[in-house]
C-alpha cells in the first residue's frame, strides 16, 4: 500500500481546472464515499477526529462548527466558502483556488452534504479574475460528471454552488459583513450578539461559513482519514498550514509545512533567508493585525497555542518579514494607513480610531511629533481595542501598541532628531515614508 504524505497540496499533470488531473489523483472519491457510505453525523465525526481548525484565523475547530450547524433547531441552512481574502502579506487563498479549484469544489460539496445546507455559494474576492473564470470552468466540468447538480450518484442528493463576486474590501472579508453583502446590503460587519453566523446566518438562518484552506483539507481527511491527517503538526494543531512569506526574504511565496515549524525554518529553509544579507527585525507571524516578534523570538512555534501563549497569533498565517534596513515608524504607518482607508467607518471608534492612530504616527514618521504624541497613541490603543463591531480597529490599536512596546526607542529618535533616522536628510525629503 503506498503511504500518501499527509499535504494539502497535490501534483496534478495539466492545468488544475480540468478535471481529469484531479480525477488520477483521488478527486472526488471523498466526495463519493460520502454519498454513497456516509451519514452526514458520520462525516462531522471523523473531522472532529481529525482535530482541524480553520485556517481562516481564529483556528476554530471545524469539526465542531459542523456540528453545531448540522444539530441545529433551525432546519433551513446554508454554506459558504469565503474566499474574500484581502489582508497585506495573505495570498494562500488566491494559490489556492489557483492551484486546486476541484479540491475545493470537493470540499464545498462535503460540507454542505455534512450540513444539510439548502444552498451553496463560494464568496471569491472580485479582485481574483483569473481565479474566478478557472473557478467557473472547474464548475463546469464537475457538473458535466455528475459530481454537482441533481440525484448526484443516483443518491437523491441535490447540491448546486453558485460563485459571488466580493467586493473585494479588507472588512468584507468578515464572515458577518460578507453575508451582509450577499445579501445585497453594505458589507459591514453584523452588530452583536447573535456573535456567529452559525447561529443567525444567511437569510437570519444557521450558516456553515469556512476558509478556503480549511476546505481544501477536507476531501483529504475523508479520504485517507482522521490518523493519517494526524501524522503531522502539533497535538493541538494537527496537519499543514500554508504559510503566506512576504517582506525581506530572498524567496517569498506560499509554502506548506507542518504546523509547529519556527519561524526561523519558514524564514531560512522556506524563503532562503534575509534579503541583501540583512538581519531580522521583526516579523508579523500573521499579519499587521497581530503583534510582532523580534529577532530572539524566532524559534517560536508557528501554531495557534504557541503564538497565542507568546502574545501574538497565527491568523491565516500571512507572515511578514522586516530587516534591519526598516524603519518601524514607517512599517507601523504603512499598515496603519491601511487600516484607515479599509475600515467601513459604521462604529464610530474604528472610524475615528483609525484615523487617530495614523494621523499621530504619521506626525512622528515626519519629524513633528512629541513625547506626549507617544503617551497619547498608548491611550488611544486602550480606548479602542474591542470596542468595534468586527476586529478591524483592534488589529489597528494592537499593531501600534506592539511597535511601540518592541520599537520606542525608533519613535523617540525621530522627536530627537525632527526626521527619520533612517533617511539622511535632503533638499526636499526628511522622512521615510
Partial sequence: MTVVEPRVLQQLDGPPWKIDPYLKVGGYE???KCVTELQPEDIVSEIKRSGLRGRGGAGFPTGTKWDKVLHHRVKERYFVCNAGEHEPGTFKDRYLLQHAPHQLL???LIASYAVNAKASFIYINHEYREEHENLKKALAQAKERGFVGKNIF?????????????????VAGEETAMLESMQGRPAM??????????DFG????????????????VPRILRNGADWFTQVGTEKCPGTMLFSLSGAVNRPGVYEMP????IRRLI?????????????????????????????????????????????????AGVIVVDDATCMVAQTLKFSNFFKTESCGQCPPCRMGTINLATLVDKVERGE?????????????????????????????????????????????????????????????????
Fill in 369 to 433: 511629533g512629541t513625547q506626549k504624541d507617544l503617551d497619547s497613541l498608548l491611550q488611544l490603543c486602550g480606548f479602542v481595542k474591542g470596542t468595534g463591531y468586527c476586529t478591524l480597529v483592534t488589529g489597528a490599536a494592537v499593531l501600534v501598541q506592539s511597535s511601540l512596546r518592541l520599537f520606542r526607542h525608533e519613535y523617540e529618535e525621530h522627536i530627537r532628531l525632527r526626521r527619520c533616522p533612517y533617511r539622511p536628510m535632503a533638499a526636499g525629503i526628511d522622512s521615510c515614508a
Fill in 202 to 217: 444567511l437569510y437570519g438562518k444557521p450558516t456553515l461559513v469556512n476558509n478556503v484552506e480549511t476546505l481544501c483539507n
Fill in 259 to 262: 504546523m509547529g515549524t519556527t
Fill in 189 to 198: 460587519p453584523r452588530q452583536k450578539p447573535p456573535f456567529y453566523p452559525t
Fill in 106 to 108: 470537493e470540499g464545498c
Fill in 30 to 32: 471523498a466526495w463519493r
Fill in 268 to 316: 531560512e529553509e522556506c524563503g532562503g533567508g534575509v534579503s541583501g544579507g540583512r538581519k531580522v527585525k521583526a516579523v508579523f507571524p500573521g499579519g499587521p493585525a497581530f503583534s510582532m516578534v523580534t529577532q530572539d523570538q524566532l524559534d517560536l512555534p508557528m501554531d495557534f497555542d504557541s503564538l497565542k501563549k507568546a502574545g501574538t497569533g497565527l491568523g491565516s
Fill in 154 to 170: 443516483g443518491k437523491g442528493v441535490d447540491i448546486e454552488i453558485e460563485l459571488f463576486a466580493g467586493h473585494g474590501s479588507y
